[in-house]
């Protein structure tokens, strides 16, 4: 059982960033996809970015593509999300998760963080 811990949640207005951390409780093996989805008040949750945990492409939803960036620290089993020029849009619990599929559907991750609030306000 994988525990995964997000921190770096907050508070910030338009035009803002914060910067998201995801710890992994074990060293991820090479099938993982790693994954950050939010869920914004009264809606759905959706897809953020995901990452390949051993390199490559990262792939973000159209609403975040050129303001957020997904990374990870591999040695550390650690992820970011480093979010610039937030939105009041932008305004959710944003998790982590982890999986073996390069999907962007939240059924394909086994493995979720328990979230962090993050707050825009415009």
């Known amino acids: 059982q994988v525990r995964l811990v997000e921190s770096g949640g907050g508070s910030v207005q338009a035009g803002g960033s914060l910067r998201l951390s995801c710890a992994a409780s074990e060293r991820p093996t090479s099938k993982w996809v790693l994954a950050w989805f939010r869920q914004p008040p009264g809606k759905e949750r959706e897809f953020v970015a995901l990452?390949?945990?051993?390199?490559?492409?990262?792939f973000y939803a159209d609403s975040v593509k050129g303001r957020f960036t997904v990374s990870r620290n591999n040695p550390e089993n650690m992820m970011y999300l480093q979010m610039n020029s937030l939105k009041a849009e932008d305004t959710a619990v944003y998790y982590c998760?982890?999986?073996?599929?390069?999907?962007?559907?939240?059924?394909?991750?086994?493995?979720w963080g328990q979230g962090t609030q993050v707050t825009v306000s415009s």
């Open positions: 990452i390949r945990y051993h390199g490559g492409s990262a």
């Open positions: 998760a982890v999986g073996t599929q390069y999907e962007s559907i939240a059924r394909a991750y086994d493995y």
